[in-house]
């Protein structure tokens, strides 16, 4: 069967290789906290650039939020001369919060996420009981992309993916012949994103790994996310396609659909819930900004007690 928006990013990929566009420039920003990493992609032409999947650092006992990763990025961004265009989410994630309206703030950029985040805000607003002043319908967000839509960044061209699976919203952002493909594959030897989460499902992350996996072999992959492995002592957070079919631990070339979703039902009932899990879904799925203070002009954090 054709997939338009895997042939569009293709061609995409090979203007690129064929010198016609330019080549983005990446520079990754770790964060040890919650081993997230955060892009920050920029035209090197017109320094047009997109900052993808920030960390706002949150100290989960005392409930305090600072913005000392989210710091380094303005530094970067300030010392490159980068004119910021955009503030993307891969995903509303669940184990740390978007540092994404702080960054607006000091740096501009329209807010993106894919268009299924209605439907992780339908489902997280019912187990948050976040109540009728919790908009349902993705406003917080400035844009929601769809799956093969596309748009310039400076003078390269991206191609948006809808890749659910991890959650029904998760989006992979191909900029030039590089691939932002959040939590959906991670590296080789660590394998793949659970699936496990309300509105997640094992069969459908299969597909839409083995999609990512139809583009070009020479396609970077850059991750949201790395856990370091047994026997590798540094973090890492770039791979390609070809390096995915042949290595990747849970879906290499010739593994079955159906033997990856048994393998990955098995391990996600062992994996313990990721523990900013409650701060993050309720923040981020209202754009990266915290509850409606109460009253006494405070946000407050909730725990619904044997919910989750
Ligand atoms: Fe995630």
């Keep these: 069967m054709r997939d338009a928006a895997i042939e569009a990013a293709t061609a995409q990929i090979r203007r690129v290789q064929n010198g016609e566009v330019p080549s983005p420039v990446v520079c990754t920003f770790f964060d040890e906290a919650t081993n997230t990493a955060s892009h920050v992609v ?31 990025i303005v530094d970067y961004v300030r010392r490159e001369g980068l004119t910021v265009d955009w503030q993307l989410e891969t995903h509303a994630h669940a184990d740390h919060l978007s540092a994404a309206p702080w960054l607006q703030e000091q740096l501009g950029g329209k807010l993106g996420i894919g268009a299924d985040i209605i439907r992780v805000q339908n489902v997280f607003g019912k187990i948050f009981n976040a109540g009728t002043r919790f908009a349902r319908d993705g406003s917080q967000f400035d844009r929601l992309f769809k799956d093969g839509e596309t748009f310039l960044l400076g003078e390269i061209p991206v191609t948006v993916l809808h890749v659910p699976g991890h959650t029904p919203a998760d989006m992979a952002f191909v900029i030039g012949s590089s691939a932002f493909v959040g939590d959906t594959i991670f590296m080789p030897d660590f394998g793949t994103a659970r699936a496990d989460f309300p509105g997640g499902d094992a069969r459908q992350l299969f597909q839409s790994i083995r999609r990512l996996l139809s583009l070009p072999p020479e396609t970077r992959l850059f991750l949201c996310h790395d856990y370091k492995a047994p026997g590798r002592d540094d973090y890492a957070w770039l791979t390609t396609v070809a390096l995915e079919r042949e290595c990747n631990i849970h879906v290499h070339d010739g593994i079955s659909e159906d033997e990856f979703v048994s393998m990955r039902t098995t391990r996600d009932a062992t994996l313990a819930m990721p523990k900013l899990l409650m701060p993050s879904v309720q923040v981020n799925m209202r754009g990266g900004h915290m509850p409606e203070p109460e009253a006494d002009g405070i946000s407050y954090i909730k725990i619904p007690v044997n919910r989750l």
């Design 42 to 72: 920029h035209c090197p032409v017109t320094r047009r650039a997109a900052i993808i999947d920030s960390v706002l650092d949150y100290d989960a006992a005392a409930g305090r939020t600072s913005n000392g990763s989210a710091q380094v």
